[in-house]
């Protein structure tokens, strides 16, 4: 595996173990994180804040079906749920692309589906 998809499967595995310090590790300080149809946020700080979400209680399930590397990208497909505060799952299809910047995730963009 290469070192960026490593990168990329420990941020997975932060969300997986709800580790808030595994993925910010992952992010260079500056990281934009664009997620189309929802919010645009910038730097670490605004990505903590998100990754706090309240809507959610425990930690998400999250499968990846497969990681692409070109250049400076590594794109993760996948699904998972996640368990709202009232009891409800959301079911969610992804493709996250993670543009990197040396070592660390300088850019993400997050194509999220919700099944319901």
Not at 18 to 35: A, K
Request: some cysteine; glycine content about 12%; overall charge negative.
């Amino acid at each position: 595996m290469s070192t960026r998809k490593a990168v990329v499967e420990k941020y997975l595995e932060g969300f997986r173990r709800g580790d808030h310090d595994m993925i910010l590790s992952c992010l260079t300080d500056d990281v934009v994180w664009d997620m189309y149809g929802y919010t645009t946020l910038q730097g670490r700080r605004a990505f903590a804040a998100e990754i706090d979400n309240e809507a959610f209680t425990g930690h998400p399930t999250i499968t990846v079906d497969s990681l692409v590397e070109e250049g400076d990208t590594v794109v993760a497909a996948g699904g998972g749920s996640a368990v709202r505060k009232d009891g409800d799952v959301l079911h969610f299809r992804f493709a996250d692309v993670f543009h990197f910047d040396g070592d660390l995730v300088g850019r993400l963009e997050t194509y999220q589906v919700n099944l319901g």
